[in-house]
């Protein structure tokens, strides 16, 4: 996939090794080999893990992602894993993510799985649960170590 920085971005490219909107473009990208409808598989995913990312140079204005499955990574399997290139107009490899990983939303912990409307992943997602931990750790009530073993 092509991917261009705008005009009005140009400037700000040399503050970036990695310019936000060139990554992000990339995994949008992946969104085609994320999705699974060529496929069959309609359960939506979340990333949620990467194994590795290596800057090799400054990325250009002008880039190219080349997005592809891991090895051994199938795009049925629940947890999919995808390797992203970003290259520049030459062809160089500026940026390599290895091992971008997505699981599958399990909406009902196994019992509604194959439903996946928002309101219902929304459902299993408490707010003020979180919101305590985060106010918790500003106010030093609760350590780093405490907060990761209740979230």
Same mark, same amino acid.
């Given at each position: 996939?092509?991917?261009?920085?705008?005009?009005?971005? $140009?400037?700000?490219? @040399?503050?970036? #090794?990695?310019?936000?909107?060139? =990554?992000?473009?990339?995994? @949008?990208?992946?969104?085609?080999?994320?999705?699974? /409808?060529?496929?069959? #598989?309609?359960?939506?995913?979340?990333?949620?893990?990467?194994?590795?990312?290596? =800057?090799?140079?400054?990325?250009?204005?002008?880039?190219?992602? /080349? #997005?592809?499955?891991?090895?051994?990574? @199938?795009?049925?399997?629940?947890?999919?894993?995808?390797?992203?290139?970003?290259?520049? $107009?030459?062809?160089?490899?500026?940026?390599?993510?290895?091992?971008?990983?997505?699981?599958?939303?399990?909406?009902?912990?196994?019992?509604?799985?194959? @439903?996946?409307?928002?309101?219902?992943?929304?459902?299993?997602?408490?707010?003020?649960?979180?919101?305590? =931990? =985060?106010?918790?750790?500003?106010?030093?009530?609760?350590?780093?170590?405490?907060?990761? $073993?209740?979230?």
């Amino acid at each position: 996939m092509q991917l261009h920085l705008p005009d009005a971005m $140009e400037k700000e490219l @040399q503050n970036y #090794v990695l310019h936000p909107s060139l =990554i992000d473009g990339a995994l @949008q990208a992946c969104a085609g080999l994320l999705d699974g /409808w060529s496929e069959g #598989v309609v359960k939506p995913r979340v990333p949620f893990a990467l194994d590795k990312l290596r =800057i090799l140079s400054h990325c250009t204005q002008e880039m190219f992602a /080349w #997005v592809r499955y891991s090895v051994a990574s @199938q795009p049925a399997d629940s947890l999919l894993k995808l390797d992203i290139d970003l290259c520049d $107009e030459r062809g160089n490899v500026c940026v390599q993510v290895r091992g971008l990983a997505s699981r599958v939303i399990d909406l009902a912990h196994g019992s509604r799985a194959d @439903q996946s409307s928002a309101t219902e992943i929304d459902a299993f997602f408490d707010s003020s649960y979180y919101a305590n =931990i =985060i106010d918790g750790l500003l106010n030093h009530g609760v350590s780093v170590d405490e907060a990761a $073993e209740l979230g």
